[in-house]
């Protein structure tokens, strides 16, 4: 058993001096915002900056470097994350930024690949969580403490045995996801056929306001709920914040309890209502899939009354054009605010009950096709980890 540290040849600490000011001409730079959750690299969004061509030449990325993220994580994405330098980072020059670290690995003894996944499972694990320095609100990796950490350096014929075997169930992660993510593309697509923008209605379909389609109803107001009210784990409220991609990610730590919660009974959400931000970002809003929760006083609730599914007025409020016309009704100087009356007043398409049929049974046997999908990604997710275990414990 080996120290990680002693996989490396070397280490190449990130560049982001007061020198390093933006630049049209300069030196690509990559931070972890261009980290993928697959351990690649995102080569989009990078920024541009003016560094000594003394700098560039010793610290340049080259095929095989390992990205380390030492600084930046937060409570709930630990620091320590890594991406592998691929062929592609040949095609340009490229450092890495101050909370970054690159690791050159010594491949007299370690294929690069090899020690990337482990370090990859490092972070997947749960270890790097417990090697933050915890005392700041940006979360440091105690780097020291992290290349002390054991690492099984078998002969390199069996490292790269071990490689190949991780590169195909990955590879195959991969492809389950781009088909998923191609249903999703499908269904987006197919809504767009069938109904079509819903501001500019190129099919004709007669407009009704949206309180002839559903109830609505804002959240409590600021006075029925106190600091001393919220707990952890217990009824999470959702307000605008916790609204993300047309998704509910509740904090346990905004929750209320059950006698609270029952006092608040006109602002339970019901699965299949639809929870919207009613401050902010325009557009916000999502699907309760889950009972128990509580709309928040930044949010609405909006119960449809059968005509139209929750699903569909979600899809149409959060749609582009639409989010447009929010802004354009809402009210406020400094941050734009939503009102029952406003909001009672979206003109919402109301397409015939058999364009609607259409496009869910569409969407339903999508649906089938995804489970089917999700079960296989499901399985490979396991055999991962458990590869992962067997190889690095």
């Given at each position: 058993m ?10 190449i600490?990130g560049e982001w001096?007061?020198?390093c000011?933006e ?5 690509k730079v ?7 959750s697959e351990g ?5 969004d990078?920024?541009?900056?003016s560094?000594?061509?003394s ?7 080259h ?6 993220e030492k ?5 709930k ?6 991406v592998?330098?691929?062929e592609a980072?040949?095609?340009s ?8 670290q ?9 294929i690069?690949?090899y ?7 490092l972070?997947?694990s ?18 020291k ?9 078998p ?6 045995r ?15 996801k ?15 056929e069938?109904f079509?923008d819903?501001v500019?209605n190129?099919?004709g ?7 002839e389609?559903a109830?609505?109803k804002?959240?409590?107001f600021?006075s029925l709920?106190h ?5 952890v ?6 307000n ?13 730590k ?7 919660f029952?006092q608040?009974?006109a ?10 931000g ?19 006083t930044g ?10 599914t929750?699903?569909?007025l ?11 016309t929010i802004?354009?009704?809402a ?6 605010n ?8 979206f003109?919402?398409?109301k397409?015939?009950?058999e364009?609607?049929k ?10 089938k ?5 999700q079960?296989s990604?499901?399985k490979?997710?396991v ?8 190889c690095f414990?």
């Amino acid at each position: 058993m080996s120290r990680l540290g002693d996989a490396f040849e070397s280490q190449i600490t990130g560049e982001w001096g007061s020198e390093c000011t933006e630049s049209e001409n300069g030196t690509k730079v990559l931070r972890t915002t261009n980290f993928t959750s697959e351990g690649k690299i995102n080569y989009d969004d990078i920024v541009i900056r003016s560094i000594s061509e003394s700098k560039v030449k010793k610290k340049r990325l080259h095929f095989g470097d390992i990205i380390l993220e030492k600084s930046g994580g937060t409570e709930k994405t630990p620091v320590g994350r890594v991406v592998f330098c691929d062929e592609a980072i040949e095609n340009s020059i490229y450092l890495c930024n101050n909370f970054t670290q690159a690791m050159r690995v010594n491949q007299a003894i370690a294929i690069p690949k090899y020690v990337f996944y482990f370090m990859w499972n490092l972070h997947a694990s749960g270890r790097t969580d417990l090697l933050q320095n915890k005392t700041t609100g940006i979360r440091n990796l105690q780097v020291k403490s992290y290349l002390n950490e054991n690492c099984p350096l078998p002969s390199l014929d069996e490292q790269r045995r071990v490689v190949a075997v991780l590169d195909k169930v990955n590879g195959l992660i991969a492809k389950r996801k781009q088909q998923l993510n191609k249903l999703d593309e499908l269904v987006k697509s197919r809504f767009i056929e069938l109904f079509g923008d819903p501001v500019s209605n190129p099919h004709g379909y007669p407009k009704v306001s949206l309180s002839e389609l559903a109830e609505i109803k804002i959240g409590p107001f600021g006075s029925l709920l106190h600091k001393e009210d919220y707990i952890v784990n217990g009824h999470a409220l959702v307000n605008p914040s916790h609204i993300v991609d047309g998704e509910i990610s509740i904090d346990n730590k905004l929750t209320v309890s059950d006698d609270k919660f029952s006092q608040l009974s006109a602002y339970h959400l019901q699965v299949g209502d639809v929870v919207m931000g009613r401050r902010g970002e325009m557009g916000r809003c999502a699907v309760v899939q889950v009972g128990g929760l509580l709309c928040g006083t930044g949010s609405l609730l909006i119960r449809t009354k059968g005509d139209v599914t929750a699903d569909y007025l979600q899809k149409i409020i959060s749609f582009t054009s639409f989010k447009k016309t929010i802004e354009d009704m809402a009210v406020g100087q400094t941050m734009p605010n939503l009102n029952v009356p406003i909001v009672s007043r979206f003109q919402i398409i109301k397409p015939p009950i058999e364009v609607q049929k259409a496009y869910y049974t569409f969407v339903e046997q999508t649906d089938k096709s995804k489970l089917t999908i999700q079960q296989s990604l499901d399985k490979l997710e396991v055999l991962k980890k458990k590869l992962m275990q067997d190889c690095f414990g």
